[in-house]
């Protein structure tokens, strides 16, 4: 009976033992696998982020280059009123001009008459 009690608990201590290590086994395998998935979770994300900032930088450069074109035709616009309006300007003084010498001239003949 004693070498039936004696191999009980032998295996008893082998299986304790084998537990141990297969658990320690797991862990540092499960370990390993969370960080396998952390690391392929990180490149995700930094892909995702070099993308979204690939994206952003060429929304930005859209947006800057119809900024820009847009600035570039309200001065254009602005100048041609500015024109137009020197021009009215010039007109209107030109005319005032000849307006003041006329009636100059007609007082002037109807004082000498």
């Given at each position: 009976m004693d070498k039936g009690n004696g191999g009980g608990g032998g295996f008893f201590a082998g299986f304790l033992i084998g537990a141990v290590v297969g658990g320690a086994a797991a862990v540092l395998l499960a370990q390993q696998e969370t960080r396998?998935?952390?690391?392929?979770k990180a490149r995700e994300a930094s892909d995702f982020a070099m993308g979204a900032t690939d994206d952003l930088r060429g929304k930005f450069g859209d947006v800057t280059s119809q900024w820009q074109s847009?600035?570039?035709?309200?001065?254009?616009r602005g100048r041609q009123v500015v024109?137009?309006?020197?021009?009215?300007?010039?007109?209107a003084v030109a005319e005032g001009r000849e307006t003041a010498e006329q009636t100059g001239d007609d007082l002037q003949r109807k004082a000498e008459e």
């Open positions: 396998d998935r952390l690391a392929g847009s600035v570039s035709e309200l001065y254009e024109e137009s309006a020197r021009a009215n300007i010039d007109a």
